[in-house]
């Protein structure tokens, strides 16, 4: 089993729809969670950084982490077609390793006009 | 631009050259982080520096790979007679210390012919 398991997608939805963006892990030690957005032929992007289970908002933007489930979820709503990238989830154990960022493998949103 | 800057974007090698990617941290910032992303795979950490020291090699491939961040200049990732299989974006991270959320260039993709 994969530490950090995210669905490769690609996802395509209409402009102006919710879109829920998700990863799951296995790997207990895990404390701090974020959420990075990756361009076609660009470094990844810091969208959003949470440590503690529940929601967090940014604008558009909604970071949910339950820990007791190993789960977080990206929210994005009014999606725009500039929100069309690859979205990859990343966490951090809180361990002496607390570098070392995990990424999962990432989800390939398409937001069509 | 203060961001991470990495340099070259791209980089064309044949077997059995040396590669050298340079990274320049964010301003302010004194921790570098190498990663590497493979085709269909998703990004895996190889190092982290600071300044003069390198904190954890753990990612790196044992031979042919090195990594150096001076007093002065670029954090440098060098590899050494590579082959077909080095072929992957290379991406460096910076961040003001090892707890603040890492941000990134917009990475050097090698490829060798």
């Known amino acids: 089993q994969k530490e950090v398991e995210q669905d490769p997608g690609p996802l395509s939805v209409p402009e102006g729809a919710i879109v829920s963006l998700n990863c799951t892990y296995s790997?207990?030690?895990?404390?701090?969670f974020m959420w990075y957005r990756q361009y076609s032929r660009k470094g990844p992007e810091l969208l959003m950084y949470?440590?503690?289970?529940g929601n967090k908002e940014d604008g558009r933007f909604t970071a949910q982490v339950d820990k007791s489930s190993k789960y977080i979820s990206l929210f994005i709503r009014d999606s725009q077609p500039s929100d069309s990238a690859t979205y990859l989830c990343?966490?951090?154990?809180?361990?002496?390793?607390?570098?070392?960022?995990?990424f999962g493998k990432g989800t390939l949103l398409t937001v069509n006009p | 631009n203060a961001g991470v800057m990495q340099n070259p974007r791209h980089l064309v090698r044949r077997r059995g050259q040396e590669a050298r990617l340079r990274c320049s941290p964010m301003k302010g910032h004194s921790h570098v982080y190498w990663y590497r992303q493979l085709p269909e795979e998703g990004l895996k950490f190889m190092v982290y520096?600071?300044?003069?020291?390198?904190?954890?090699e753990s990612g790196m491939p044992k031979e042919r790979f090195s990594a150096e961040f001076p007093k002065e200049g670029p954090s440098i990732l060098r590899i050494q007679q590579v082959v077909r299989g080095d072929s992957a974006a290379y991406f460096c991270a910076s961040s003001q210390d090892s707890y603040q959320p890492q941000h990134f260039g917009d990475g050097t993709r090698l490829s060798i012919l």
């Open positions: 949470t440590y503690s289970s």
């Open positions: 990343a966490m951090v154990d809180s361990g002496g390793s607390n570098y070392k960022l995990t």
């Open positions: 790997n207990s030690a895990f404390q701090y």
């Open positions: 520096l600071q300044k003069e020291n390198i904190i954890d």
